[in-house]
């Protein structure tokens, strides 16, 4: 009867300790506001480089920026569109904390680079992919 307690006992703590660390270690999709918290400034696009600003805006330290860089290719002809766009989409990664209200540069130059063509233009873009927030832990008051 002992044993039995003790294993019931055991599990428990077991079971708290596992649901403690899975709540420290969670994870949730922002919303699109929040999302939005985290913005590029300053941007500027050319076939040869994109440049631009990550400015932190939430209240809490972020890491782990990912950066979207989107070369979308313009057809001069759209209604004769060719067969192989040259349109292609990378991805940048800073390694850099940011704490709340701090920022940072990006630079992203294309390699390969870019083709020089005749039939078409290049119009680049660049988002904020993703990024992690930390959030310290709490203590809970007694």
């Known amino acids: 009867m002992k044993h039995s307690k003790l294993l019931f006992l055991g599990m428990i703590a077991a079971l708290a300790f596992s649901f403690c660390a899975g709540a420290a270690l969670a994870q949730r999709l922002l919303s699109p506001e929040e999302a939005k918290a985290v ?21 809490h ?17 759209e209604f004769k569109p060719g067969l192989d766009s040259p349109g292609r989409v990378s991805s940048l990664k800073l390694n850099k904390d940011l704490l709340p209200g ?41």
């Open 61 to 77: 330290t972020i890491r782990e920026i990912e950066v979207l860089i989107h070369y979308h290719w313009v057809w001069a002809n």
């Open 39 to 59: 913005a590029i400034k300053e941007l500027k696009t050319t076939t040869s480089e994109v440049t631009g600003v990550i400015v932190n805006n939430t209240p």
């Open 102 to 142: 701090e920022s940072t540069t990006f630079r992203y130059v294309p390699d390969p680079p870019l083709p020089n063509r005749q039939d078409g233009w290049f119009a680049p873009e660049a988002a904020v992919a993703g990024f992690t927030i930390v959030i310290p832990p709490t203590t809970a008051s007694r």
